[in-house]
């Protein structure tokens, strides 16, 4: 692919005001760096006395519960699939995590793990870094200082401070208050604007939650800052239907509990009632809750049986908190009053998002029938279009490849391909261009052609443009007819010039393939058995499933990746459609 070309198309669907954002820091950091280095600028801001802190602290530890593990130092920490031993006076600048995105350094520097200390050495950590770790250096914006990484730090250091203000001498709290201003310091002038999404809403959580940490005129202009841009990027990020605008249900979850942790701030902020702030946050308060009770719909229909997200897009079943704690937090924070009021039982559609599904007790049935994600930041997506998730009594069977790591080579390649997911290919090659890491040429836009919610099922019908770039410029419509334990599946290429086209479904690892059978006429026959989890109490011992397709099917070896860093052999059937323009029709069943 011509890397101009790529460059022109993601530009062209980039935000102005992103672009220009990216300018003026790249300008900036540069600047700094230069800077500092002949001692100029040099950060003496750094150590200038923090705000008063507000005590007693009216937000409190972490907006979820976690279990107190006590550890002590030196502590073994997974990074993102990289293990690693965090210790008081350890290199906060290792070389050999200046790799790729630095997602290795960058999670050593959200400092998550301090959750899992002793209070007293959580406390030793924090001034280390405090001590050791001075703006400005080369890179910086890559992980030390990185705003994303940094408004998750700031995040985490005040959930614990605010637990344990008496354990703490007043010599290392000072130390830490004054680097926990300095961040928020830095933050106000390096806000993400340059990218947005998930990254910019963390960045107004820290904002907010320093806002209720400190008190004093530049508390509160953290906190009026921080609400200039809550109230746009609830508009903009929070889709009508209550899905998260990047389209990844695990980043949606994540969003899920930054909102949940925003509120909080909030209301503090809405209890000021004497100034500005005080009347801004009870109109935010307003739509805040109002798109909380749309996201929590949005997470459970996106959640299967396992009480695990589905895998579509970026993300992990354990990168975020699960949905059912993240709902429990809506009920006691008295948004909702019972978790009835989010059922989503039967045949749904998020119209926005481009989402359809059947969900039961225990079993879940979800199409991706929408766009690569948002148009100026689509860094999450993948070529998923027309892809199905399927759950089927109580067990992940047909299971979204993950994302195995972020880095810009053959996984990071694969994990975002269209041969990695359970839908159509043509020519083997992707629905929408993606190259680097996270960057998307031209795009595949996919037309809802048939919805039909039935009583215990849907028909649906919808096509996309993705291969039109090819030869005779093949169109790809899918057609499914679900109920609770079938689905029957036609899959059309209409044009092209007698290219290969294969349909895919990725195996759970749970799941064998028994036996395949061919018939006479070119159709297929496959016994599919998936045996019960060994941590999984409420399954039968196995299931069987039978899969009939007009055309014939192969398996092979493939990989899941449940998790950053992880993956699990497993089995990936293929079906081979025919040279376009042609079409087949596979059916899967409980037997």
Not at 311 to 320: K, N, R, Y
Request: hydrophobic share 40%; aromatic share 8%.
């Amino acid at each position: 692919m011509n890397r101009f070309r790529l460059l022109a198309h993601s530009l062209w669907n980039s935000k102005w005001s992103q672009l220009a954002a990216r300018l003026k820091l790249t300008v900036k950091r540069t600047g700094l760096v230069a800077f500092h280095g002949v001692g100029i600028g040099s950060g003496a801001w750094y150590w200038r006395g923090a705000a008063q802190i507000r005590y007693p602290v009216t937000v409190s530890g972490s907006i979820l519960t976690h279990e107190q593990e006590n550890q002590n130092l030196p502590l073994n920490v997974d990074l993102v699939g990289t293990p690693w031993t965090v210790h008081e006076g350890m290199d906060w600048n290792p070389s050999e995590l200046n790799r790729g995105t630095h997602l290795e350094k960058l999670n050593l520097h959200y400092m998550l793990y301090l959750l899992k200390l002793r209070p007293q050495a959580a406390v030793q950590l924090m001034e280390d870094w405090a001590l050791r770790v001075p703006p400005y250096l080369p890179a910086y914006w890559k992980d030390t200082w990185n705003s994303y990484s940094l408004s998750i730090r700031v995040t985490v250091w005040m959930d614990l401070l605010t637990t344990l203000p008496d354990a703490i001498e007043s010599k290392s709290l000072r130390v830490i208050n004054q680097s926990l201003a300095a961040q928020i310091r830095f933050l106000t002038g390096n806000m993400e604007t340059d990218i947005g999404g998930n990254h910019l809403m963390k960045n107004i959580r820290a904002l907010l939650r320093a806002g209720a940490y400190f008190m004093g005129s530049e508390a509160d202009r953290w906190t009026s800052l921080a609400f200039k841009f809550l109230n746009h990027q609830l508009k903009e990020q929070i889709l009508p239907d209550g899905m998260h605008f990047e389209l990844s249900p695990s980043y949606h979850l994540q969003i899920f509990e930054d909102l949940l942790d925003i509120r909080r701030a909030v209301v503090i902020a809405a209890l000021r009632t004497r100034c500005k702030i005080g009347l801004q946050a009870q109109v935010i308060l307003h739509n805040l809750d109002n798109c909380l009770i749309k996201m929590g719909i949005v997470a459970q229909r996106m959640t299967h049986p396992d009480g695990m997200p589905s895998l579509f897009a970026d993300g992990g079943l354990h990168m975020t908190a699960s949905t059912k704690a993240l709902l429990k937090k809506l009920i006691d924070l008295k948004v909702i009053k019972s978790k009835n009021m989010l059922d989503t039982i039967g045949p749904w559609r998020l119209q926005d998002a481009g989402y359809v599904g059947l969900s039961s007790e225990n079993g879940l049935l979800v199409v991706d029938c929408g766009p690569v994600g948002a148009r100026h930041l689509p860094a999450h997506g993948h070529g998923d279009a027309l892809a199905i998730e399927w759950s089927i009594l109580g067990r992940r069977v047909i299971v979204d490849s993950g994302v195995c790591e972020y880095h810009s080579g053959p996984r990071r390649a694969y994990s975002r391909s269209t041969a990695a997911h359970n839908t159509v290919t043509v020519n083997n090659v992707d629905q929408s261009e993606f190259w680097s890491a996270f960057r998307v040429g031209r795009r595949a836009h996919v037309a809802m052609e048939v919805w039909q919610p039935l009583k215990e099922g849907f028909n649906f019908q919808a096509s996309h443009n993705g291969y039109k770039r090819l030869k005779g410029h093949p169109i790809h419509r899918r057609t499914i007819m679900a109920s609770l334990k079938c689905i029957k599946v036609t899959d059309e290429v209409i044009g092209g010039a007698q290219q290969p086209v294969q349909s895919r479904l990725l195996l759970a690892p749970t799941a064998r393939i028994k036996n395949i059978t061919h018939a006479p006429t070119g159709g297929s026959r496959a016994l599919i058995v998936v045996d019960k989890h060994p941590e999984d109490l409420h399954c039968s011992d196995s299931l069987q499933l039978e899969l009939l397709s007009s055309a014939p099917i192969r398996s092979e070896s493939a990989q899941w990746s449940p998790d950053f860093g992880v993956l699990q052999d497993t089995l990936m059937i293929i079906i081979e459609v025919g040279c376009a323009p042609c079409s087949a029709t596979w059916s899967i069943e409980v037997t």
